[in-house]
């Protein structure tokens, strides 16, 4: 097979350390280690949450597509993460024990679980290792120990990290001030604001549903800790790229950040090394004006209940791969609406190629200078919504050999994800969970109005239609997608 000149645009990305656009450059020729910020599984990840990994699938595809040897780690917080991130409030799992009155470990299990859930249906990929934090207990005492004596001190409530003990501490939030926002001071006796907990010591006479014995009582570690330990334990310190939501730059990486300094034993962040990772990658926010994203109000904005309305789960990745991650992106049922009938186009347009072999390159002239471009726009720090519009040419592309347009489409997809090759238009079709009228039940009145229509009965065809449009089904006269109905989302 001849050598595809492609993909060769030079990958940038956005470094939130330097806030700049820079040329990657792996620490490992060839291959590619990534970190991922993972759900704290205290409750359900609302939609948002899951933008965040959306958002580092992509770059992990992007970085296959660009002939890395992708190593993905993304972690599971199962103890640690307080109610805030100031070192403040309890550990959000405890609290949901109780409020559930069930054992933190079966809270994890289930909400792990279903995050796990969520993460098959929007076609995320598996990473190389899910790292649970509660596995990684005895190297988080190890890791604390070691920079315990130069970096740390103890207070009753825990050992503490000092953050005047590093150069350049909070520099990826540009906050380095002490009197930087959301800083508050929340335990008595910390040497700065900042200072965090690396260690929560359980106070006296109180049990824990999680505790371990380290060097400094019973207790747990801090949510920050973990992050550190776990990704230099499965990637080695430094790695390529860390990611996480947005909210992450301003306390908890410039935290692992600086616990990062600390165990390398460099103390400049001139480095960039010595931060952990070469680069700092964060998403931008999903934003919904509802306010139904916040998980305290009842029926919050989780997948669940975008496929209960009948919407397919990957209108959502529509939906974020439209807007760049760097940009905040507002909820709306509309858009997502809109969403789906973006793929449902898609799916439509690439089912005549589903029985064709594709090429085992894609060398058509017509066919390479897109492939060029597209390769251009998601090297060119992820830019899929042209990356989109350029899938959507490449569909729409006539008089080219079938099996070049099938290689070119599955390459695209690739980094794409919506695995356009097995998608149909039926699974595209989700039930309303409110529906209460049964498929067969459409398809027979359906069937019966055709006839009503053949024989002119024009009275009876409407009727029908009123009659579904009563149990919300919405019937499609001269759709361009040819869909012959819908069910309206409750
Ligand atoms: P958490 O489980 O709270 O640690 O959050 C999981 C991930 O979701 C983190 O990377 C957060 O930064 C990210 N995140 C939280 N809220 C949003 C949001 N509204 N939009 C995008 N990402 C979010
Ligand atoms: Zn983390």
New binding site residues.
């Given amino acids: 097979m001849k050598e595809s000149p492609l993909p060769s645009a030079p990958l940038r990305l956005f470094n939130s350390l330097t806030r700049t656009l820079e040329e990657f450059h792996p620490v490992h020729p060839g291959e590619a280690r990534l970190y991922t910020?993972?759900?704290?599984v205290y409750n359900y990840?609302?939609i948002?949450?899951m933008?965040?990994y959306v958002f580092a699938d992509t770059l992990g595809r992007v970085l296959s597509f660009k002939g890395y040897r992708l190593t993905h780690v993304i972690n599971i917080?199962d103890v640690g993460?307080l109610t805030d991130d100031a070192d403040a409030g309890e550990d959000k799992m405890e609290k949901m024990a109780r409020q559930q009155a069930q054992s933190i470990w079966d809270i994890a299990k289930h909400y792990t679980e279903a995050y796990w859930a969520d993460i098959s249906s929007l076609n995320i990929r598996q990473p190389a290792h899910w790292s649970i934090a509660t596995d990684y207990v005895p190297q988080m005492i190890d890791f604390a120990k070691s920079i315990a004596d130069e970096h740390c001190y103890e207070l009753p409530s825990g050992l503490y990290f000092d953050t005047s003990t590093v150069a350049d501490y909070g520099r990826l939030a540009r906050a380095a001030t002490e009197e930087g926002e959301g800083r508050i001071e929340a335990v008595e006796g910390k040497r700065h604001a900042a200072d965090f907990a690396i260690w929560r010591k359980t106070p006296p006479g109180e049990k824990r549903q999680m505790e371990w014995d380290s060097p400094w009582g019973k207790g747990a570690p801090g949510w920050h800790l973990e992050c550190s330990v776990m990704s230099r334990e499965l990637l080695g310190l430094p790695f390529d790229i860390h990611t996480?939501?947005?909210?992450?730059r301003e306390i908890h990486h410039p935290n692992e950040i600086a616990q990062n300094q600390a165990i390398t034993g460099c103390g400049s962040l001139d480095c960039a090394d010595h931060s952990g990772a070469r680069m700092w990658m964060h998403?931008?926010?999903?934003?919904d004006r509802s306010g139904k994203?916040s998980k305290s109000s009842g029926e919050f904005l989780r997948l669940q209940l975008l496929i209960d309305k009948g919407f397919h789960p990957l209108a959502y990745r529509m939906l974020c791969l439209q807007a760049h991650y760097r940009s905040e992106l507002e909820f709306s049922w509309d858009n997502l609406a809109a969403a789906l009938t973006r793929l449902k186009r898609m799916v439509m347009a690439v089912a005549p190629l589903k029985d064709v072999m594709p090429a085992p390159e894609v060398n058509h002239p017509k066919l390479t200078p897109l492939l060029e471009k597209f390769d251009a726009a998601v090297s060119d720090d992820l830019n899929t919504p042209v990356a989109l519009t350029l899938f959507d040419e490449a569909i729409g592309m006539k008089k080219v050999p079938a099996e070049q347009k099938r290689a070119l489409i599955e390459a695209m997809d690739a980094v794409l994800g919506f695995g356009l090759m097995t998608l149909t238009r039926e699974d595209l079709r989700l039930r309303p969970k409110s529906a209460e009228i049964s498929e067969a039940e459409i398809e027979a009145a359906l069937d019966s109005r055709k006839d009503a229509r053949a024989a002119k009965d024009f009275a009876t065809s409407d009727a029908i239609r009123d009659g579904l449009a009563a149990r919300g089904v919405e019937v499609m006269d001269g759709d361009p997608l040819r869909w012959e109905w819908k069910l309206d989302p409750a």
């Fill in positions: 910020c993972g759900p704290t990840p609302h948002g949450n933008r965040a917080t993460h996480g939501g947005i909210d992450h998403n931008n926010f999903l934003i994203m």
